[in-house]
């Protein structure tokens, strides 16, 4: 959470004297979402190529795991690409399209992933596995990992122990009697066969012990004939599902459609394992339904995968949609970076105000199933996979809201302000205090009450919290109590009662409570008179501000403010009702009552709708 | 498409009047006893099939076979790579070069193979006093040869998408392997065409072996056009039906291994 995968630095590309990218400097985030949003030409896609290792740079460092990668080629870089056009390999079916990569690249980590595989299945810790597999990541050469593999199960096979013993002993068994062995023996296993002969006994002494020992099993297994291929096709399999094409294995890659094309060439990538997923405007191939419906998937996929993605488009709505980080860039230079809503509502520049602007950014809340209400209207929508009363913004794109007569309207809004460009009109609409931006072929004039009206299908939903408890998923050492939920918007958590501005869970459900550190206000002159009152444990000046850690009845809390405190000194902290963030948890962690709550509340939901 | 059917037609009786029938007429003429082409006089006969007896004809019939299998090695050991560098390039006009290093086959073939036996028998050049020997003869039908090579690899190297390259290199492959796995099975069907189009000539020309071989080095082309030459078109033509079977034979062996191989 919060480490930084890949960092870019001042990279500079200059091409036919024409400057693609300069001074850009930017750093991803493990498992972040992040976005490369420009107009074609901007070198979003240059900036993508430079990452994967196809084009070269002039100036500039690019470190992957703080480890300098701009020397590498590609096929060297722990970094697979989907192609806007796929590039899936016209003389390969399905299958070998995705063993591809694990068949020939130079990493050969079938072993690796195989034997990792191997030890889950005979129940080997999850700490065990890590230790390995952190070991197998130091060797250098692929060929290697192999005979490593083989030694670390033999070290730790009781069979190859216990033979070792007896070849030891057979050496010396004429020094020593068959009682002696057999006592030294009986430590190990049990024999119930007192009257058995020095080679029955030990015959039934290996036997037993292969029989038992889990890493002798997974020896053979590891060397058994036709083990690499057996991991593969496990690992495709897998990858296939990710993806929804289970059963396509031995599919044509020419029989496919595009939507299946794009999810295979997805697959091929993520069955490597990559540290970071690019992917190069890979939804623009599609058609509009497809393209909304694979939207979600994606953010869905990365979400499953703990993968970092850099996405590379020039739609504004999909930017917003899915990512947790997004980068506005123009001429090669980052004009904007920030979370979807910060760029929406505090564009730095005109160029991030008019390239965002292209769709309508509104909140809502979802009132009934296929129903949802924003602007103090409701309307219907096509999303279906929200609770009621959930909190959720909504995305119109200009293009989608379209001019009608005022009595049927629904919206009505008195025209504000008109531009013409590029033969079309751009016209912001003032409804109710809110601006709406629309589009027309025809000619309005400022001060004209029109109405509007936009379809079901072009009302792009998406929830509020999680995409806040994405956002805060990735912020650097947030702070995180677990919660219950009072009803009523109160929460009660670290032995406080709070106001939330969230309403979506039920009475007495437990949740996560996030704040961010910035968020809190210092109470200086009065701390008995603030909200939360705490002691001063530790403070660190990080270059900006002050990272303060406060005692608040016994639990830690991390506030960040521009001023410094003493330690040890009492303060009180107050923070906004709107600024207390609660996530969901599982339900295996919830009170029973509450989950068969929620699994009722979802039930009459589907039913009232089918009324 | 229907209606454009009509022009399928001239092809149809080329087709016909240039093809099938001489095909008819040459098998019907390897049963006839006659002299020339002249129909007079003639009757059915099994003697030509009786001359096939002799020994020779299977030895011409190989020689024939060694000459254009060596001929196909070296014009895809040559062109290939020739093919690959320039399509591959960064030239601006690569067709240009690719004519360009073919220069000398724009000048008449019958020239060249003069030159090159001129070249063989010259005082100036000892040592490489080849005429008269197998493989100057190779030799020079590799020369002669080799466009048919280089073109058809050429044309589907330059479809070849390079993006494939990428995605190759991109999934951790390194450039000779993905060379291995993805550029030469995508560009294979571009050398069988070539295989294709230099075995035949090279298999049943004489000219070459004629000329550059003195007449020492004889196949089954020479024995052809001697036959011909002395207007035993009976024999001729039961040279020449045989000539075609061994070559579909060989092409149909050739495409039966090429669908067997399956790319992986």
């Given amino acids: 959470m919060g480490k930084k995968i890949l960092i870019l630095k001042d990279i500079k590309k200059v091409y036919d004297d024409k400057v693609i990218l300069d001074n850009f400097n930017l750093s991803i985030n493990e498992n972040e979402f992040v976005t490369f949003l420009g107009p074609s030409g901007c070198g979003k896609t240059t900036c993508l190529r430079i990452i994967a290792g196809f084009e070269s740079m002039q100036q500039g460092s690019l470190l992957l795991d703080g480890r300098e990668i701009s020397n590498l080629p590609p096929h060297k870089r722990p970094i697979n690409t989907v192609f806007q056009k796929y590039e899936l390999f016209p003389n390969l079916n399905v299958f070998d399209n995705i063993a591809f990569g694990l068949r020939n690249n130079i990493y050969s980590n079938v072993y690796d992933i195989g034997a990792l595989n191997l030890m889950k299945e005979y129940g080997i810790d999850e700490e065990e596995r890590d230790l390995l597999?952190?070991?197998?990541?130091?060797?250098?050469?692929?060929?290697?990992?192999?005979?490593?593999?083989?030694?670390?199960?033999?070290?730790?096979?009781?069979?190859?122990?216990a033979k070792e013993y007896l070849e030891a002993f057979d050496k010396e068994f004429k020094h020593l009697r068959y009682s002696d062995f057999k006592d030294r023996l009986d430590k190990v296993v049990n024999i119930d066969n007192q009257d058995a002969s020095y080679q029955e006994y030990k015959e039934i002494v290996l036997k037993d012990i292969s029989d038992n020992d889990i890493y002798y099993k997974m020896l053979i297994r590891l060397n058994s004939k036709g083990f690499?291929?057996?991991?593969?096709?496990?690992?495709?399999?897998?990858?296939?599902k990710l993806v929804n094409l289970e059963g396509y294995e031995n599919r044509d890659v020419s029989s496919l459609s595009g939507g299946q094309m794009q999810r295979i060439a997805i697959a091929r990538a993520i069955v490597n394992k990559p540290r970071i997923l690019l992917l190069d405007e890979p939804l623009s191939a599609l058609d509009l339904k497809l393209r909304k419906s694979m939207r979600l998937e994606l953010k869905e996929m990365q979400r499953k995968l703990g993968i970092t993605f850099?996405?590379?488009?020039?739609?504004?709505?999909?930017?917003?949609?899915?990512?947790?980080?997004?980068?506005?860039?123009?001429?090669?230079?980052?004009?904007?970076m920030g979370r979807p809503e910060e760029i929406y509502n505090q564009p730095v520049n005109k160029f991030v105000a008019g390239f965002i602007g292209e769709a309508n950014?509104?909140?809502?809340?979802?009132?009934?199933?296929?129903?949802?209400?924003?602007?103090?209207?409701?309307?219907?929508v096509s999303a279906h996979d929200f609770t009621v009363n959930d909190d959720i913004y909504v995305l119109i794109e200009r293009n989608d809201i379209d001019i009608t007569d005022i009595e049927s309207a629904k919206l009505v809004g008195v025209i504000k302000n008109v531009n013409f460009d590029m033969g079309k009109y751009y016209v912001d609409v003032d409804v109710d205090g809110t601006n709406i931006k629309i589009s027309s072929e025809e000619k309005l004039h400022v001060g004209d009450k029109i109405g509007l009206t936009f379809s079901a299908p072009n009302i792009y939903c998406e929830s509020l919290n999680q995409t806040k408890a994405a956002l805060l998923a990735n912020y650097e050492d947030p702070n995180i109590f677990k919660g219950v939920y009072l009803g009523n918007q109160t929460v009660s958590f670290m032995g406080l009662v709070m106001k939330t501005y969230i309403t979506t869970f039920l009475p007495g459900e437990v949740v996560d409570v996030v704040i961010r550190p910035e968020d809190f206000d210092l109470v200086l002159d009065n701390p008995d008179k603030a909200i939360i009152k705490g002691k001063v444990i530790k403070t660190v000046?990080?270059?900006?501000?002050?990272?303060?850690?406060?005692?608040?009845?016994?639990k830690t809390l991390l506030v960040q403010d521009y001023q410094n405190v003493e330690i040890g000194e009492i303060i009180g902290l107050s923070i906004d009702y709107y600024e207390i963030h609660l996530m969901k948890v599982e339900d295996e962690k919830q009170p029973d009552y509450i989950v068969k709550a929620r699994v009722e509340a979802r039930l009459n939901a589907i039913e009232e709708a089918n009324k | 498409m229907n209606r454009f059917k009509g022009f399928a037609i001239p092809y149809f009786i080329w087709l016909i009047v240039l093809a099938f029938l001489p095909i008819v007429v040459m098998i019907a003429f390897t049963f006839l006893s006659m002299n020339g082409s002249s129909l007079e006089g003639a009757s059915f006969s099994f003697e030509a099939y009786n001359r096939?007896?002799?020994?020779?004809?299977?030895?011409?019939?190989?020689?024939?076979?060694?000459?254009?299998?060596?001929?196909?090695?070296?014009c895809v050991l040559i062109g290939y790579p020739c093919a690959y560098f320039v399509s591959f390039s960064k030239l601006k006009n690569k067709l240009l070069i690719l004519l360009l290093l073919i220069l000398p086959m724009w000048s008449n073939s019958m020239l060249r193979i003069v030159s090159w036996l001129r070249l063989f028998t010259s005082k100036y050049f000892v040592g490489f006093n080849l005429a008269g020997s197998m493989e100057a003869v190779i030799f020079v039908s590799v020369t002669t040869y080799l466009p048919f090579m280089i073109f058809p690899i050429y044309t589907i190297l330059e479809k070849l998408d390079r993006g494939l390259i990428e995605a190759s290199n991109d999934l951790g492959v390194p450039k000779f392997k993905t060379f291995l796995k993805v550029t030469l099975p995508l560009s294979i069907s571009g050398v069988y065409s070539g295989i294709i189009m230099v075995f035949l000539p090279a298999a049943t020309g004489f000219a070459i072996s004629q000329t550059i071989g003195l007449g020492k080095i004889r196949l089954i082309g020479n024995l052809l056009q001697s036959v011909f030459e002395k207007n035993n078109y009976n024999f001729g033509s039961l040279i020449s039906v045989l000539v075609s079977l061994v070559i579909t034979l060989v092409i149909l062996l050739f495409s039966k291994f090429n669908k067997e191989k399956k790319p992986c």
């Fill in chain 1, 361 to 380: 950014m509104l909140e809502g809340v979802y009132s009934e199933l296929r129903r949802c209400k924003f602007l103090d209207k409701e309307f219907k």
């Fill in chain 2, 52 to 74: 096939l007896i002799d020994p020779s004809i299977a030895k011409l019939i190989w020689n024939s076979l060694i000459v254009a299998f060596w001929t196909v090695f070296f």
């Fill in chain 1, 133 to 161: 597999n952190k070991k197998i990541q130091l060797i250098e050469k692929p060929n290697d990992v192999k005979k490593f593999l083989n030694t670390y199960f033999m070290e730790r096979s009781k069979y190859f122990m």
């Fill in chain 1, 541 to 554: 000046f990080t270059g900006v501000n002050f990272n303060i850690w406060v005692d608040v009845n016994g």
């Fill in chain 1, 310 to 336: 850099i996405f590379v488009t020039h739609d504004q709505e999909e930017a917003m949609v899915m990512s947790d980080t997004v980068v506005v860039m123009n001429n090669g230079v980052i004009q904007q």
């Fill in chain 1, 228 to 240: 690499k291929e057996a991991v593969i096709k496990e690992e495709v399999t897998k990858s296939l």
